[in-house]
T-cell receptor, first 114, second 114 residues
Framework: DGGITQSPKYLFRKEGQNVTLSCEQN?????MYWYRQDPGQGLRLIYY???????QKGDIAEGYSVSREKKESFPLTVTSAQKNPTAFYLC?????????????FGEGSRLTVL | GDSVTQMEGPVTLSEEAFLTINCTYT??????LFWYVQYPGEGLQLLLK?????DKGSNKGFEATYRKETTSFHLEKGSVQVSDSAVYFC?????????????FGDGTTLTVKP
């Protein structure tokens, strides 16, 4: 079945450590996105990529980094510079620029900083 | 910039009650509109969409009509079930003015009691 796979589902981190969240899709989508979700709030865009080897900052990119070396993969690194990293992280994909913008989501990764 | 405003929650209903969740938007272009649903501990999944004015999206008994004159996309269901308990997000995507990135409302939590 086609879809988006995020791992790990749960992750605990000590302050000062970098962590990387994995996102893989087999939908053959060009565009991929990372969102952060905090309780009672909507989704906020961290980074997005419309094509391999290219990505742009979203609304809350500070303290995060990404790479897009393969079409299928868009890992997110939460660095020690992110001051409040505890959150639910969602990866999504869409067909590309010339479509209705419908997003397909993974199951999410919950990061807790101890 | 684009924005989405959703009816504040949480919303608690009895089984078989009528549901309305209000959503209004601000956009400079001609956005596509979406309702996504998120079940506990999961990612979001598309519930329904509409791509132009007066379109009606429908799925699983839920409906929403794209009203350009009132800039609204209210979600309705005639008879809710316990299994409809979830968080509902209204969103828009404007391919022309926002490169296809999606803007989300804050979400409305629905609880349906037997």
């Amino acid at each position: 079945d086609g879809g988006i796979t995020q791992s790990p589902k749960y992750l605990f981190r000590k302050e000062g450590q970098n962590v990387t969240l994995s996102c893989e899709q087999n939908l053959n989508h060009d565009a991929m996105y990372w969102y952060r979700q905090d309780p009672g709030q909507g989704l906020r865009l961290i980074y997005y990529s419309q094509i391999v080897n290219d990505f742009q900052k979203g609304d809350i990119a500070e303290g995060y980094s990404v790479s897009r070396e393969k079409k299928e993969s868009f890992p997110l690194t939460v660095t020690s510079a992110q001051k409040n990293p505890t959150a639910f992280y969602l990866c999504a994909s869409s067909i590309g620029l010339l479509n209705t913008g419908e997003l397909f989501f993974g199951e999410g990764s919950r990061l807790t900083v101890l | 910039g684009d924005s989405v405003t959703q009816m504040e929650g949480p919303v608690t209903l009895s089984e078989e009650a009528f549901l309305t969740i209000n959503c209004t938007y601000t956009a400079t272009g001609y956005p596509s509109l979406f309702w996504y649903v998120q079940y506990p501990g999961e990612g979001l999944q598309l519930l329904l969409k509409a791509t132009k004015a007066d379109d009606k999206g429908s799925n699983k008994g839920f409906e929403a009509t794209y009203r350009k004159e009132t800039t609204s996309f209210h979600l309705e269901k005639g008879s809710v079930q316990v299994s409809d308990s979830a968080v509902y997000f209204c969103a828009l995507s404007d391919l022309v003015t926002n490169a296809g990135k999606s803007t989300f409302g804050d979400g409305t939590t629905l609880t349906v009691k037997p």
